[in-house]
T-cell receptor, first 112, second 115 residues
Framework: KAGVTQTPRYLIKTRGQQVTLSCSPI?????VSWYQQTPGQGLQFLFEYFSETQRNKGNFPGRFSGRQFSNSRSEMNVSTLELGDSALYLCASSLEQGEGYTFGSGTRLTVV | AQSVTQLDSQVPVFEEAPVELRCNYS??????LFWYVQYPNQGLQLLLK??????LVKGINGFEAEFNKSQTSFHLRKPSVHISDTAEYFC?????????????FGTGTRLLVSP
C-alpha cells in the first residue's frame, strides 16, 4: 500500500512569507501528526489530528497551525516565516492505538 | 512529562560486530516505547515497539530491544551489523494513558559501520 506522502519535498521561502505543507496519510489512517526536525532542537511534536479535530498540540507559537480534512489529508501552515523555521517537517499517520506511526519522507523548508 | 536520553551521540563499529544503542527514559506513568531509524534525506522508519507483554521485542532488519522497567531503559541491539545499518537511530516514548498521540524523541544516535 502507498505510504505517507508529503508534498513538496523541498521548499525555499523568504522571511515574512507564509507556507503550506501537505500530507496524505496511508489509506484508512485517521490520526495524523506533524513533527519538526532541526539539528539544534531535534525532533519536536507540533500537533496531532484525528477525524478533523486537533487532539494535541506542541509548544510552538501560533504562527504554526494545521488542519485535517474529511479524507484525513492534513495541511500545516506557517505564517510570517523566520530563519529559525528552516527545518525538516515530518508528517506521520496511524491506524489505531498500538500500531505506531508511519512517517513520510518529509518536507525540507529553507527560509532565506 | 516524559523525557528520553540517548547516551551516545555516535557509535562507531566494524561490520559484523555486535552493537548496542542505549536509551533511558523517565515518566511518571506507563509508556509505550519505540525505536526509529532515519537514513539520509529520508523520514523515520519504525524498527520496533514495546507496548506490553514480553520485555524482549524483535523488530525489522535483525534488531531487538529489551524493556527494563526497573532501569527505565530500552536498549537496542543487533548481533551483527552491516554497512547498510549506517544511519541515525531515535528512541521515543509516548504516554500509555493517551495512547501514542504524541511521541517524545531522544536526540538520536548516529551508528557508523565501517568495513
Amino acid at each position: 500500500k502507498a505510504g505517507v506522502t508529503q508534498t513538496p519535498r523541498y521548499l525555499i521561502k523568504t522571511r515574512g512569507q507564509q507556507v503550506t505543507l501537505s500530507c496524505s496519510p496511508i489509506s484508512g489512517h485517521r490520526s495524523v501528526s506533524w513533527y519538526q526536525q532541526t539539528p539544534g532542537q531535534g525532533l519536536q511534536f507540533l500537533f496531532e489530528y484525528f477525524s478533523e479535530t486537533q487532539r494535541n498540540k506542541g509548544n510552538f507559537p501560533g504562527r504554526f497551525s494545521g488542519r485535517q480534512f474529511s479524507n484525513s489529508r492534513s495541511e500545516m501552515n506557517v505564517s510570517t516565516l523566520e530563519l529559525g523555521d528552516s527545518a525538516l517537517y515530518l508528517c506521520a499517520s496511524s491506524l489505531e492505538q498500538g500500531e505506531g506511526y508511519t512517517f513520510g519522507s518529509g518536507t525540507r523548508l529553507t527560509v532565506v | 512529562a516524559q523525557s528520553v536520553t540517548q547516551l551516545d551521540s555516535q557509535v562507531p563499529v566494524f561490520e559484523e560486530a555486535p552493537v548496542e544503542l542505549r536509551c533511558n527514559y523517565s515518566s511518571s506513568v506507563s509508556v509505550y516505547l519505540f525505536w526509529y531509524v532515519q537514513y539520509p534525506n529520508q523520514g523515520l522508519q519504525l524498527l520496533l515497539k514495546y507496548l506490553s507483554g514480553s520485555t524482549l521485542v524483535k523488530g525489522i532488519n535483525g534488531f531487538e530491544a529489551e524493556f527494563n522497567k526497573s532501569q527505565t531503559s530500552f536498549h537496542l541491539r543487533k548481533p551483527s551489523v552491516h554497512i547498510s545499518d549506517t544511519a541515525e537511530y531515535f528512541c521515543a516514548v509516548s504516554r500509555w494513558d493517551t495512547g501514542f498521540q504524541k511521541l517524545v524523541f531522544g536526540t538520536g544516535t548516529r551508528l557508523l559501520v565501517s568495513p
